[in-house]
């Protein structure tokens, strides 16, 4: 494609989205759930992609920061219940570390509800599904980040 | 406090201090003297390492400048084998920050005796080296008029956190009729040891200096909930935080000054952040230009999230901005909000864990 065909382009024409949620999700537990969710065919919204990690001990912040700016709505973080991390305690790093870097999204300007933070274990097909379509639909009450549009320093 | 004694200044409180710390060295309590001295060929006084009697009498551990944060300088210092013991000069900032790097094993806070001061805040360099053109004594002046005290950097004059904490010898200013006397107060185990060598006598704190160091407190919170609210407001949007980092150059000196950004190799610093022409075309073509150097936002949103919780608010950034970005407001600001969160305060003790490794199936923190 080439630039100027490029610059027509609108965000989420391509896919026809109105929203782009991003799930960053575990290997061992919620991606399983997607699965899961799949196998038995219960609808989650299409405005989410999937991003696999073999923890949430893995997602650095800068993970997340990079999400925001180059113009998602919305990241879901999804990784095992406390105790049940197959590393022992990725999924507890990742927890004191959003803890601490809300304050650095909100001097951002990125509203505190973009970013979710959920536990949610390899047979939870169920919550997946309730989770993913919840945050969807805060996340468009929100309407689309600034970010998105937004010509960044 | 009851660990505190008067010395007799004799005009020169700055003196007094060098007698204590050239004392130190001569009794081998210690083998050197880190603190301010003005060298041969300019009047900023700068960290220095000083070994000889004679230039730890000449020193300037009072001058109101911070040209450097000494923290870091101190921990490398410390990092040295123990037949090197050193006395370390610093303001309570430079003395926080110096604890938050030993708990990255960044210093060996065993080889140093911490001393700090009551500080009024410190000048800005330019403006250190203007007012002493004018003031031959600004050392000694600056203690004793308030007028001199306001120039203080903005930082400082919000700052809260002016007596030292976790400190051996603390020197006492507040209160005080500074051309009469100073106070040396003394702390820890390694306190009462050195107060015994010294010979410090255990006197009474007076209600002056009570009242001082309380009405300082005042203003200093007042002007500090005033600034926290004002950048709050200002910049806590997607549009305020462009426009008050839309001037960055790029230059990595709000990373380089800060003492407790503590890699060597910075993240943002290194290949990783380099793109192909192509990936910058593309960049370029989604929202029709694309301004170079690229992300900026990136780089001050990973700063804030990797040390907002250990800013020890110096305002070592502000000050070597040269795009006058006033990122120790959003710094201690945004680290005001993640310490709270995360039940912290930087530099309180070395004891404390840094908030990331604290972490339990129950609960952080």
């Not at chain 2, 600056?142 to 002016?162: I, K, V």
């Not at chain 2, 990936?279 to 301004?291: H, I, M, N, P």
């Not at chain 2, 990797?306 to 800013?311: G, I, L, P, T």
């Amino acid at each position: 494609m080439n630039t100027q065909d490029n610059l027509k382009r609108h965000p989420g024409e391509e896919t026809g989205q109105d929203l782009n949620v991003l799930a960053l999700v575990c290997n061992w537990c919620t991606y399983t759930a997607a699965d899961l969710a799949g196998v038995t065919r219960l609808k989650y919204p299409t405005q989410v992609k999937l991003i696999r990690f073999m923890c949430t001990g893995m997602i650095d912040v800068r993970y997340i920061l990079r999400c925001f700016l180059e113009g998602a709505d919305g990241v879901f973080i999804g990784g095992c219940h406390p105790g049940d991390c197959h590393y022992l305690s990725g999924n507890l790093k990742a927890r004191v570390r959003i803890k601490g870097l809300r304050p650095v999204l909100e001097m951002a300007g990125i509203p505190e509800q973009r970013l979710r933070l959920s536990w949610i274990g390899a047979s939870e097909g169920k919550k997946l599904q309730e989770e993913l379509t919840g945050f969807t639909s805060e996340v468009r009450k929100l309407g689309p980040a600034s970010f998105r549009q937004m010509h960044l320093v | 406090m009851h660990n505190f004694t008067l010395i007799k200044t004799k005009g020169d409180p700055g003196r007094t201090v060098n007698s204590l710390l050239a004392g130190l060295v001569e009794k081998e309590l210690v083998q050197g003297v880190l603190t301010l001295a003005v060298g041969p060929f300019s009047s900023l006084p700068m960290p220095s390492l000083l070994c000889s009697i004679e230039q730890i009498k000449n020193s300037s551990p009072l001058a109101p400048a911070a040209g450097v944060s000494a923290a870091v300088h101190a921990a490398r210092i410390s990092r040295g084998p123990e037949k090197f013991r050193t006395a370390a000069v610093l303001r309570p900032c430079e003395l926080r920050a110096l604890v938050e790097l030993a708990k990255l094993n960044q210093a060996r806070l065993e080889n140093l005796v911490l001393i700090s001061m009551e500080c009024p805040g410190r000048l800005e360099n330019r403006r250190y080296l203007e007012l002493r053109s004018e003031h031959p004594d600004l050392d000694v002046d600056y203690y004793l008029h308030p007028d001199l005290q306001a120039e203080a950097s903005g930082t400082c004059l919000s700052c809260t956190d002016f007596i030292p904490e976790y400190v051996h010898l603390g020197i006492c200013l507040l209160g005080l009729d500074l051309k009469q006397e100073i106070g040396i107060s003394w702390h820890q185990e390694q306190g009462e040891e050195l107060a015994r060598v010294m010979e410090f006598v255990s006197g009474q704190e007076s209600d002056s200096r009570r009242q001082a160091i309380k009405e300082l407190e005042a203003a200093r919170k007042n002007a500090w909930l005033n600034l926290q609210e004002k950048t709050a407001q200002e910049i806590s949007t997607p549009e305020g935080l462009q426009k008050a980092i839309g001037d960055c150059l790029g230059c990595f000196n709000c990373q380089r000054a800060c003492p407790v950004c503590f890699c060597r190799d910075c993240v943002s610093s290194r290949e990783a952040f380099e793109q192909d022409p192509e990936e910058l075309y593309d960049r370029g073509a989604r929202k029709g230009s694309l301004r170079l150097p690229t992300d900026l936002t990136m780089f001050h949103l990973t700063r804030l999230a990797h040390m907002a919780h250990a800013c020890v608010g110096c305002g070592q950034c502000s000050s070597v901005c040269p795009s006058r970005i006033p990122l120790a407001d959003i710094f201690r600001t945004t680290g005001a909000s993640t310490q709270e969160e995360l039940g912290y305060r930087p530099g309180r003790s070395p004891d404390e864990p840094v908030p990331l490794v604290r972490f339990s199936e129950e609960k952080d923190t």
